[in-house]
């Protein structure tokens, strides 16, 4: 008997993994597709994706007309696209890269393959640029600083060998965390919960929620322990409770109005149009690019708006629009984060994940009380 159980329990953790990987892979390629459809330069160097149909193989930022995205495939780089049967482009010469790029490319190379954390006087020297030229021109590159990067790879370490089953504090230190205090630090931002957690797919999590009335309709508010984890408009309140449950399917979920209260009244507030601060604790999961949009969605005054162009310049990534408009669709937590700020830059409203008549009444509201 106890060996079945053992067996079963194996057997369900083993599920869990293989479903985890393959929704990471089919999250990686689908980014993949969407900067080769924006044509993004600053992929270039980081992967190539090749057309069956025609046999070529191309740089992200190729600007020929785009496949079909059933005809594509990607490669790490040109060498694994030819051992593919693939020929280089002649339009956008994957093979060869800029100096700037060869720089870039330098740089992770050596923020990749480092022990311990390098400062970025260190890198310069290595590189050969000065500390401000290097900076400015990774940070132009990636989005993020060299110290940035580095972290995000840490976290990253620590992230793959939770998933391989290894233990906390075997994952942080092989990751280049000198303590457990400094990964529990950063765990609540980068991971949305604790690594103990997160090793069990968000097993022993503990979610309380309300659903409240609004005039915008059901708004469904779910938070842990450490903050807000789901803020959500709908038409039907028992629809809400599912698609939570369902999202956080290995967490222990419960309705709790009372214990909620403290996040209810604030957002409700907000809907109803009130000159109420936000300043909610948050527990999500998110990559460092979405973390960055959010922050900065967080700063635009009430009753204003920002263009999507104007939130990639804000975060330091001016070609980045449509990058940051997927972070806006991909926001958990409505009115916390308000998304709901962001427009196209001609004015029209563009999407919102809850509605574009919602959208709408928000901003309304908003612009009719400040």
Known sequence: MFLQIHFARKLRIARFFAQFYAVNMQTELQNKWQQVVARDARQDGRFVFA???TGIYCRPSCPSRRPRRDSVEFFAGPNEAE???????????????????????????????AEGVVTLRELSQRVGLSPFHLQRLFKRATGLSPREYQAARR??????????????????????????SRLYEKAPQQLGMTPGEYRRGGAGANI?????????GRLLIAATERGLCAVRFGNDASDLESDLRKEFHAAEIHRDDTAMRQYVEPL????????????LPLDVRATAFQMKVWEKLRQIPRGETRSYSDVAREIGKPGAARAVARACASNPIALSVPCHRVIRSDGDLAGYRWGIARKKKLLERERASS
């Open 155 to 180: 976290m990253q370490h620590v992230k793959t060998g939770l998933r391989k089953g290894e233990d906390v504090t075997t994952a942080l230190y092989d990751a280049g965390f000198g303590s457990p």
């Open 208 to 216: 309380a929620f309300a659903v409240a009335p609004t005039p915008l």
């Open 51 to 53: 057309v069956r149909t």
């Open 83 to 113: 051992r593919a049967g693939y020929r280089a482009c002649l339009r956008c010469k994957p093979t060869q890269i800029s100096a700037q790029a060869q720089y870039v490319i330098h740089t992770r190379q050596l923020l990749d393959n």
């Open 268 to 279: 409700l507030a907000t809907v109803r149009g009130e000159n109420t601060a936000i300043d």
